[in-house]
Antibody, heavy 119, light 107 residues
Framework: QVQLVQSGAEVKKPGASVKVSCKAS????????ITWVRQAPGQGLEWMGWIDAYNGNTNSAQKFQGRLTMTTDTSTSTAYMELRSLTSDDTAVYYC????????????WGQGTLVTVSS | DIQMTQSPSSLSASVGDRVTITCRASQRINNYLNWYQQKPGKAPKLLIY???SLQSGVPSRFTGSGSGTDFTLTISSLQPEDFATYFCQQSYSIPNTFGQGTKLEIK
């Protein structure tokens, strides 16, 4: 069945960068987008951005522009999210999810990757 | 950015109850409204897309309605596995913002 499998938990120091991977299986990777969403501990869902896996075009929330990079490797059906200049406010579970083109809903989601930023 | 406001923020109900969660957008979003269910420690799961379309595999006791700025998610007869947090999301414009969530608890 369609599945997204993310990389493991990370611990980073303030000012560092993190790169999370998201490997897709059982669907045509380039026919959909990948959305990235994060969830701080005990908080709600925050939409970060998305990438069109067909052409690599991206769109992100303004608050992340300048320190968020989303890429894909179509040869391995893997998407990547890199966030730079980390602060403690970036401590969260990061999710990838497959994005549909018409109504832009997302399904399924990866299992999540906990990124902890601590000195 | 479009603000999404859910009500209530929390809700206590019993198995078999009918419950309704409301989501209001700060501007018109046509029917670009999705509902997700999240259980503790798990990734969200898509329930409803395009305001009223049931995602494949989701039980028919879940229904969505609305258009424009006001939307509802109704669970017709609560089952034990439905106790979770529910989020609405607008996919009309970037950023595709989420509501703050509604936590559905057992009474």
């Amino acid at each position: 069945q369609v599945q997204l499998v993310q990389s493991g938990a990370e611990v980073k120091k303030p000012g560092a960068s993190v790169k999370v991977s998201c490997k897709a299986s059982d669907y045509t990777f380039t026919s959909y987008g990948i959305t990235w969403v994060r969830q701080a501990p005990g908080q709600g869902l925050e939409w970060m951005g998305w990438i069109d896996a067909y052409n690599g075009n991206t769109n992100s929330a303004q608050k992340f522009q300048g320190r968020l990079t989303m890429t894909t490797d179509t040869s391995t059906s893997t998407a990547y999210m890199e966030l730079r200049s980390l602060t403690s406010d970036d401590t969260a579970v990061y999710y990838c999810a497959r994005r549909f083109s018409v109504y832009r809903n997302v399904d399924p989601w990866g299992q999540g990757t906990l990124v902890t930023v601590s000195s | 950015d479009i603000q999404m406001t859910q009500s209530p923020s929390s809700l206590s109900a019993s198995v078999g109850d009918r419950v309704t969660i409301t989501c209001r957008a700060s501007q018109r979003i046509n029917n670009y409204l999705n509902w997700y269910q999240q259980k503790p420690g798990k990734a969200p799961k898509l329930l409803i897309y395009a305001a009223s379309s049931l995602q494949s595999g989701v039980p028919s006791r879940f229904t969505g309605s609305g258009s424009g700025t006001d939307f509802t998610l109704t669970i017709s007869s609560l089952q034990p596995e439905d106790f979770a947090t529910y989020f609405c999301q607008q996919s009309y414009s970037i950023p595709n913002t989420f509501g703050q969530g509604t936590k559905l608890e057992i009474k």
